[in-house]
C-alpha cells in the first residue's frame, strides 16, 4: 500500500521555466514533508521541508506548497537549470508514530529532465 | 564534511551467496536505515536501528538481517542471496532531531545477483 505517491515517473521542462513536481499522500497521520534530490551513482540529497503547520516553505529557487484538505504536496523550482536534472523524491513522516526514529515513507520518484 | 559511507560501490554476487553491506557515519547519528531503490518503487526501508544492537523492520525486511554493534556502523546481511534481490541498496543516518535536518544517504551499492 503505497502511502506517498509520485503518480508522474517523469517531467521535461525548458531552462528557465518552472518545474512543478506532484506528491500526494494517504495517511492522515503524516505531519512533516520533505524533498530528496538524486543524481545517478550517488545518494539523494535533502532539498527542503515543511511542517504541516505551514502551507508554504521557500528557500531560494524552490518552494514547496502543502496543502491537508487535499493531501497534496508540490514542489516548484523557479527558474529551472540544467543541473536541476536529477530524480526528485517526497518523503513524509508522523512524528506521532510509535517510533522515536521519525521513519521516512518516500514516494516512488519524478525525474526531472531541464533541457537546455 | 559529514559522511555515510558505504563500503562498495558495485558489487556482483552469486545465487545463494551470504552478502554483508557495510554502511559507517561518523556523525554521531543515532539512527541508521537501510533501504533499497528500484524503478517505479521509489525507495522502501527494509531495516532501520535507533540505537546500538537495537532494530526495528522496514516495510520489506524477507530475506535481510541487520546488525549493529557500534553506533557508527550498521550492516545489512542477505542471508542467501537471490536474483529478485538485485537492486541499488541505500544507507542512511539521522539524528534525533530528523525532521529538521532529514537524513544523510550514502552514496549507494549497486548490488548484481547472478
Known amino acids: 500500500d503505497q502511502q506517498v505517491k509520485q503518480n508522474s515517473p517523469s517531467l521535461s521542462v525548458q531552462e528557465g521555466r518552472i518545474s512543478i513536481l506532484n506528491c500526494d499522500y494517504t495517511n492522515s497521520m503524516f505531519d512533516y514533508f520533505l524533498w530528496y534530490k538524486k543524481y545517478p551513482a550517488e545518494g539523494p540529497t535533502f532539498l527542503i521541508s515543511i511542517s504541516s503547520i505551514k502551507d508554504k516553505n521557500e528557500d531560494g529557487r524552490f518552494t514547496v506548497f502543502l496543502n491537508k484538505s487535499a493531501k497534496h504536496l508540490s514542489l516548484h523550482i523557479v527558474p529551472s537549470q540544467p543541473g536541476d536534472s536529477a530524480v526528485y523524491f517526497c518523503a513524509a513522516s508522523a512524528r506521532v508514530a510509535v517510533s522515536s526514529t521519525g521513519k521516512l515513507i518516500f514516494g516512488q520518484g519524478t525525474t526531472l529532465q531541464v533541457k537546455p | 564534511d559529514v559522511k555515510v559511507t558505504q563500503s562498495s560501490r558495485y558489487l556482483v554476487k552469486r545465487t545463494g551467496e551470504k552478502v554483508f553491506l557495510e554502511c559507517v557515519q561518523d556523525m554521531d547519528h543515532e539512527n541508521m536505515f537501510w533501504y533499497r531503490q528500484d524503478p517505479g518503487l521509489g525507495l522502501r526501508l527494509i531495516y532501520f536501528?535507533?540505537?546500538?544492537?537495537?532494530?526495528e523492520k522496514g516495510d520489506i525486511p524477507e530475506g535481510y538481517s541487520v546488525s549493529r554493534e557500534k553506533k557508527e556502523r550498521f550492516s545489512l546481511i542477505l542471508e542467501s542471496a537471490s536474483t529478485n534481490q538485485t537492486s541499488m541498496y541505500l544507507c542512511?543516518?539521522?539524528?534525533?532531531?530528523?525532521?529538521?535536518?532529514?537524513?544523510?544517504f550514502g552514496s549507494g551499492t549497486r548490488l548484481t545477483v547472478v
Open positions: 542512511a543516518s539521522s539524528s534525533i532531531f530528523v525532521l529538521v535536518s532529514g537524513y544523510t
Open positions: 536501528s535507533y540505537d546500538v544492537k537495537m532494530k
